[in-house]
């Protein structure tokens, strides 16, 4: 059982950033991919960024490229989302995930374990 708390979400202008991270209580993360995930209201749910925690593979949506950096914390078992230039349309609930078994790291239904959310908010 993995437990993932996100936090770090808020209200930023456009052009603004914003570092959101998420903590995971388990024991290993060895052979875990963990994402970000975004939703905004009344939209699908979107990749955002992920990584193969062993590994070190980082993947990006293309909405984000560019503009966002995911990165962890080995030894904190801490995963972050730094978020620069962002824009009115970042604006969602943004969740943490984490599977122990990767096929597909983009796609949400691979992932076991979900966070409870944090909010991001980019005025114009």
């Known amino acids: 059982q993995v437990q993932l708390v996100e936090s770090g979400g808020g209200l930023v202008q456009a052009g603004g950033s914003l570092r959101l991270s998420c903590a995971a209580s388990?024991?290993?993360?060895?052979?875990?991919?963990m994402g970000w995930f975004r939703q905004a209201p009344g939209k699908e749910r979107e990749f955002v960024a992920g990584?193969?925690?062993?590994?070190?593979?980082?993947y990006y949506g293309d909405s984000v490229k560019g503009r966002f950096t995911v990165s962890r914390d080995n030894a904190k078992k801490t995963l972050f989302l730094l978020m620069n230039s962002l824009k009115p349309e970042d604006t969602a609930v943004y969740y943490c995930?984490?599977?122990?078994?990767?096929?597909?790291?983009?796609?949400?239904?691979?992932?076991?374990?979900w966070g409870r959310g944090t909010q991001v908010t980019v005025s114009s």
């Open positions: 995930a984490a599977t122990s078994s990767p096929a597909s790291i983009k796609r949400g239904s691979e992932y076991d374990y």
């Open positions: 388990a024991r290993t993360l060895s052979g875990y991919a």
């Open positions: 990584i193969r925690w062993s590994e070190g593979f980082i």
